[in-house]
Each structure stands twice: as C-alpha cells, then as structure tokens.
C-alpha cells in the first residue's frame, strides 16, 4: 500500500516553513536554516517543535520568514539560472567539436 503523500498548508509559514517539490511529493523547508525535512515531517506540531528548539529567538518573526523564504526563492532563481547557464554553454561546447560520425 503506497504511503499517503502530505501537503504544504499556508499555516506552515507561522512556524517559518515552506516547502520545496523532489519528485512528486512537497517537502517542508525552513526559511531560517534552510534545512529540508522529510515529507512525514509535515505536521503542525513537528515544524513548530523544529522552530521552538532550533530557532527559539525567532518564534515570534513572521516578518523575518517573509524576507527569509523571499531571500530563498531569489537564491533558487539565481542556483536554476547558472544551471541552465552551464548546461547551455556544455551543449555549445560538445557541439563545437568536429563530427566523429
């Protein structure tokens, strides 16, 4: 029997948590320490107690996520960008070279 899939729910970002996709399930992802736990994880009282024990300074910074998870998607955006960049200048490179065909 496959095991249930959880979803991300809005409330998550209290506890400073959003989440990344690896496949086809969604994993939470703290905006503070950048650490990704499992989908089993991605329960109410999990994400809090990962909050209160790592972060207890920031339990209370609502505004602190949003510029944190804001900083992470730009970060995400720049990682994709020399990806493709990489991959781009890689496929310009093996086909600069002579046909051995």
Avoid: W
Wanted: with cysteine.
């Amino acid at each position: 029997m496959a095991k249930a899939k959880r979803k991300y729910n809005d409330t998550f970002f209290d506890y400073g948590f959003t989440f990344i996709e690896r496949g086809d399930e969604q994993l939470p992802q703290c905006v503070i320490c950048f650490k990704t736990l499992s989908n089993a994880s991605m329960k109410a009282y999990q994400l809090k107690q990962h909050l209160s024990n790592t972060h207890p300074q920031f339990t209370k910074h609502k505004s602190l996520f949003e510029m944190k998870a804001s900083s992470l998607k730009n970060e995400i955006g720049q990682c994709r960008t020399i990806s493709d960049s990489f991959k781009s200048n890689s496929d310009c490179i093996l086909h600069s070279f002579p046909s051995s065909g």
